[in-house]
């Protein structure tokens, strides 16, 4: 995933770090913001699979720490729901200064409930999705159980939340309690995607249905069967991006400019690989792809290999090619499936090959032609299909020029 590290200043004067998470190209159709949950950070792992997929669909997502927390200025005790609301406008402000305005809000846990707030001040957004989201502010009010009656008559007190303290003042929780909820969603006027779980043992499958009861339509609801609050399976959380992303696309640019894009001659690829692993992102001719070693091979199969992706090529252009040969003779050629495999071979083996020392790449294809075809018409298509300009280019020299893009 291709990125930006960025900071903004909130209307506070506080600077708050943020990452803007690109398409491999870096050329996006539309943007997004993600609100992490409550006490996280932006580089919660989650929350890079997620919008590791909207990227993949053109979309790219700012995410950022809200005050107090992560790399971000200021003091978490002075902060509450309304600071966290108003940090999303600031930064939907700093996309729309420096990019684009956003269309899609997307919020994790009490993040859900802050894009849901912050939807009415953000003219530009179309959707807004959540996941695990309390249908109730006050909701967060049972992290602070055991610290309540200090916190009300001290006026602070250090509340231990997932091993780390945090100083919380009498300002949060009475901040918490003026929940407003069920009057954002009913004036929400944006389409509206929820994500629960029925197991989530943090913010209960109950309040998705609160949610989804409340909210007018379009709405949808999603459930993400066993994940747990934190999405740290992640099979969780790429299936939650997956479905994020999918509906997304129906309330940006991004399938607009896809067309446009997929009709440039000049057919652009774009490849980015990160810092570990092999899992590869591909923007090809506006297309969105992935590449992967299997995990036999140190990877984590993602997606095909590369050489997967030649093979295929090859067997897309045969295949082609006959449907337009077929097509041009007037042959009734029903269906062409073609098996493809990749290996390497001894040089010896090979009778007809020049080199002769070694090993060699050996590609087989298996044609399968269905259709009331003679013998000599199979014959032809077979010929054909070797003249294929994948095939032909294989075959001929090459010529491969690499340069540094700096």
Not at 96 to 119: F, R, T
Not at 138 to 160: M, N, P, T, Y
Not at 206 to 229: C, G
Not at 300 to 322: F, H, I, Q, R, W
Request: glycine share 6%.
């Amino acid at each position: 995933m291709n990125f930006k590290q960025l900071h903004f200043t909130n209307r506070n004067g506080h600077n708050l770090a943020a990452q803007l998470d690109l398409p491999v190209d870096g050329k996006p159709h539309a943007y997004a913001i993600f609100a992490h949950c409550f006490t996280c950070t932006k580089n919660l792992k989650a929350v890079a699979d997620i919008n590791r997929s909207l990227t993949r669909e053109g979309i790219a997502v700012l995410r950022f720490d809200f005050t107090g927390l992560g790399q971000s200025e200021g003091d978490f005790a002075d902060t509450n729901f309304t600071t966290n609301v108003s940090d999303l406008i600031d930064a939907a402000g700093y996309l729309s200064e420096n990019y684009e305005a956003p269309q899609v809000l997307i919020g994790h846990s009490l993040g859900g409930a802050a894009v849901l707030q912050a939807a009415a001040d953000l003219p530009s957004a179309r959707a807004v999705a959540v996941i695990g989201a309390p249908a109730r502010t006050d909701h967060v009010l049972k992290h602070f159980s055991d610290a309540s009656k200090e916190i009300e008559a001290r006026g602070e007190a250090e509340v231990r939340l997932d091993g780390r303290p945090f100083r919380i003042k009498k300002q949060f929780l009475e901040n918490l309690r003026a929940d407003h909820m069920t009057d954002t969603l009913k004036n929400l006027k944006r389409a509206l995607l929820i994500l629960h779980s029925p197991v989530d043992n943090i913010v209960g499958i109950e309040n998705a249905a609160e949610l989804f009861k409340n909210a007018k339509h379009p709405k949808s609801f999603v459930s993400l069967d066993t994940a747990d609050h934190l999405l740290t399976d992640p099979a969780d959380s790429r299936y939650a991006g997956t479905i994020i992303a999918a509906w997304s696309h129906r309330y940006t640019r991004a399938a607009k400019a896809d067309e446009t894009r997929a009709s440039s001659d000049q057919n652009p690829v774009s490849v980015r690989i990160g810092k570990s692993g092999y899992t590869t992102e591909i923007i090809a001719n506006g297309h969105s792809l992935v590449a992967d070693e299997p995990q036999s091979a140190g990877g984590e199969n993602m997606g095909p290999s590369p050489y997967d992706y030649l093979v295929a090529g090859l067997g897309a252009c045969k295949a082609m090619t006959l449907r337009m040969y077929a097509d041009r003779k007037k042959w009734s050629l029903d269906a062409v499936r073609i098996g493809l495999t990749h290996g390497k071979i001894h040089a010896d083996d090979c009778r007809a090959c020049e080199t002769r020392k070694g090993y060699l790449d050996e590609i087989q294809c298996a044609i399968r032609l269905e259709g009331d075809l003679d013998t000599d018409q199979r014959q032809r298509l077979l010929e054909i299909a070797d003249r294929c300009p994948v095939h032909r280019t294989l075959k001929g020299e090459i010529h491969i020029k690499t340069t540094t893009d700096e």
